[in-house]
C-alpha cells in the first residue's frame, strides 16, 4: 500500500491532509495506545494500598453506621 498524502488549501483557511482511512485509523490505534501507556505511568506513581487495609478500612466505616 503506498502511503499517500495530499495537502490541501483553501482560500481563506488554515491547510489540511488528507490520508488513506487505513492510515488514519493506524493513527488513532496508535494515540490511543500512548494515551494508555500515560494513564499506566502516572498511576504507577500513586501509593499502593494493601488490600487487608482497605479492607480494614471498609468495615471501620461501616461499623460507625
Known sequence: MASSSYTIELKGEKPFVVIRLKQYEAMLEYMDELED???????SIEENILWTE?????KKKLSKK
Open 37 to 43: 501507556r500515560a494513564d499506566i505511568k502516572e498511576r
Open 54 to 58: 482497605v479492607k480494614k478500612a471498609i
